[in-house]
């Protein structure tokens, strides 16, 4: 048996090579327990040698479903979001489920909605991750597409679940810690997004009520390596650099450890340094940087279980769920060096 190389087969094919019907074909594709087990070997046989691929256009004709969920991110370069699809696969992918992931930033066409496309191709569910925007085709696709927001809760969408960790929590926990090491200087590398508003909000709220007020210092920046670099050496060039820096981000804190290291600062005996995400960046041996932990993979299996109760019962009422972070302490934090921890004049 050959099959045209120039010519995608079909479920008519794959019938005819098996020697079943169209509509058994179909049964197995389902997975329907009435097929004997000699049909589907003799199916999944002809599948192989046909290299048939289902066509989805075909499938959501069928059965009003298409398999595919759309993950829209708000940042591919940053690794935050690595653990988050690690958990969601873990429950989509038994659902025999398909993510698909997009960003503003890189996938969406200039003009057009980061979630057009997923609305094109008629997806299951939506899983927005991150902060994003949320224009009104988003509004739209939420009331249309059951829908979770996972990793933040800085904003509100029609008819979607939220999944996030207690980012004041996190936050509260990284100036504790340092506060506990006797640090009184500390800084926070911030940023325009919901998730980094709660953080710093958080952060000025501890060191007030430590009595720290008068050290309360945020740097604006934008999230990139790049960004915590420049603020890092802005800082240090002020005159009075802080003893220690919280980032809103694992980046933002790789920058920082690259500029004190270009000044001869040495982290953690001069300068104590704690990101955010506690991605595979702060685990490598070289970096050790303490970082809060927001359970990424822990938000993304609740995140994908409450997407698949929404798409079972739309009429669900809207739900959040806040897990509680973690401190991973390594080896960037320290005691304050002696002499760095007086009020400022």
Known sequence: MHQDATKRATIYDVAR??????????????????????????????????????SNAARWLASGRTGIVGVLLDDLANPWFVELLDGL?????????????????????PGESPVSAFMDLRVDGLVIAGDIPADDT???????TPAVVAGVRAFQLPSA??????????????????????????TF????????????????????????????????????????????????????????VLAANDVLAVGALSAADGHGITVPSQLSLVGYDNTYLAGIRHLSLTSVDPVSRDVGIRAAQRLLERM??????????????????????????????KSPD
């Open 161 to 186: 679940d939220v999944v996030t960790n207690d980012d004041v929590a996190g936050a509260r926990m990284a100036v504790e810690h340092l506060i506990s090491l006797g640090h009184r200087d500390i």
């Open 312 to 341: 079972a019962d739309p009429s669900l009422p809207q739900r959040t769920d806040v897990l509680t972070p973690e401190l991973v302490i390594r080896n960037s934090t320290a005691p304050a060096a002696r002499g760095r921890t």
């Open 138 to 144: 988003l509004l739209r696709a939420t009331t249309q």
């Open 189 to 244: 590398l911030t940023a325009p997004t919901g998730s980094a508003a709660l953080r710093a909000s958080s952060y000025r709220d501890t060191m007030t009520r430590h009595g720290l007020q008068g050290h309360i210092r945020e740097i604006q920046t934008d999230l990139s390596e790049h960004s915590g670099f420049e603020a890092m050496n802005s800082l240090i060039e002020s005159g009075r650099p802080p003893t220690a």
């Open 17 to 54: 090579v098996a020697g079943v019907s169209r509509a058994l074909v179909s049964l197995v594709l389902r997975g329907s327990p009435k097929v004997s087990a000699e049909k589907k070997q003799a199916v999944a046989e002809a599948i192989a040698a046909l290299d048939y691929r289902p």
């Open 89 to 109: 696969q873990s429950i989509l992918g038994e659902q025999n489920m398909r993510m698909i992931l997009s960003d503003p930033t890189y996938l969406a066409r």
